[in-house]
């Protein structure tokens, strides 16, 4: 009922840019707290950056200043803007949500993930 959907993936650089694109759809009442992961070979996933439903924003120290998170409300969007890339962002990329159904329920979904390759 309820899914998410990424775009922007790719192959940059070092020093480049890729802009990431996850929108939530679906029986969607309410989308809470969004954010985006990643997980790279034999790594474990991590937090990269979140925005609550108020848009407030953290990072982690990692990205601090060379990422930024926002997000559209109106098309349930949440947007990662990556700049001056290095190649240990290199992982797969996941957004995520925290969702209050119109049937009453909330849960956590995540997108289907997104490869981000960033070359030396």
């Known amino acids: 009922q309820v899914q998410l959907v990424e775009s922007g993936g790719g192959l940059v650089q070092t020093g480049g840019s890729l802009r990431l694109s996850c929108a939530a759809s679906?029986?969607?009442?309410?989308?809470?707290?969004m954010g985006w992961y990643r997980q790279a070979p034999g790594k474990q996933r991590e937090l990269v950056a979140g925005i609550t439903s108020r848009g407030t924003t953290n990072y982690a120290d990692s990205v601090k200043g060379r990422f930024t998170i926002s997000r559209d409300n109106a098309k349930n969007t949440v947007i990662l803007l990556m700049n001056s890339l290095k190649p240990e962002d290199t992982a797969v990329y996941y957004c995520?949500?925290?969702?209050?159904?119109?049937?009453?329920?909330?849960?956590?979904?995540w997108g289907q993930g997104t490869q981000v390759t960033v070359s030396s």
């Open positions: 995520n949500a925290d969702i209050w159904k119109y049937g009453g329920s909330r849960d956590g979904y």
């Open positions: 679906g029986s969607i009442f309410r989308v809470n707290a």
